[in-house]
């Protein structure tokens, strides 16, 4: 397993994303349990990027999302598919990077203190898993590079973890 020593990875977003897949795989190595893998994906997320204050997943059951392994304040539990950021992302299966959630229509406010949010689907083959959850309480934290980056990791996730 890479360790995390302490301090975040540094450099370009693509340098950080690349260091950070590395330490995912080194933890999902041996491990199948897509619970235990979240959890330590939503952990490294936390820690190893600046500026969270929200970092997790949502799983898919029956008709809408329920809350998995996160790092941050309590959020919502349910939410239904395409209300909201997550809902959204998981209806069109597409990342969806928001600048600012106060523009965003029908987004759902687990933490006021949320300026912008990416959503990231979580799919094997055709069937939706889930989706990963970033916020953040800055406006425009997020941006292509971290689509790209938390894609990456989003399918490493999957492909290490049995089907939920």
């Known amino acids: ?8 990875p ?22 199948a ?17 600046p500026e969270l ?3 997790g997943f949502y799983f898919k059951r029956g008709a809408g999302l329920v809350l998995g392994p996160f790092q941050g304040r309590p959020a919502c539990v349910r939410i239904e598919l395409g209300r909201g950021v997550c809902g959204m992302a998981a209806r069109r299966g597409e990342t969806i990077v928001v600048p600012d ?9 687990c933490d006021a203190a949320s300026k912008s949010e990416i959503v990231v689907p979580l799919v ?5 898993l889930g989706v990963l959850d970033l916020d953040s ?3 425009a934290r997020f941006d292509d590079d971290d689509a790209r980056g938390l894609e990456g990791l989003a399918a490493l996730w999957v492909a290490a973890s049995d089907p939920l």
């Open 1 to 8: 397993m890479t360790a995390f020593r302490g301090e975040r």
């Open 10 to 31: 540094s450099g370009t977003k693509s340098q950080v994303y690349r260091e950070l897949s590395l330490m995912a795989e080194g933890l999902f190595r041996g491990e």
């Open 33 to 49: 349990d897509p619970i235990a893998n979240a959890a330590n994906l939503s952990a490294l997320l936390w820690m190893g990027l």
């Open 53 to 55: 204050n929200w970092a």
């Open 101 to 109: 959630v106060e523009e965003f229509p029908d987004h759902i406010a």
């Open 124 to 128: 094997s083959g055709s069937r939706l």
């Open 137 to 139: 309480p800055v406006v």
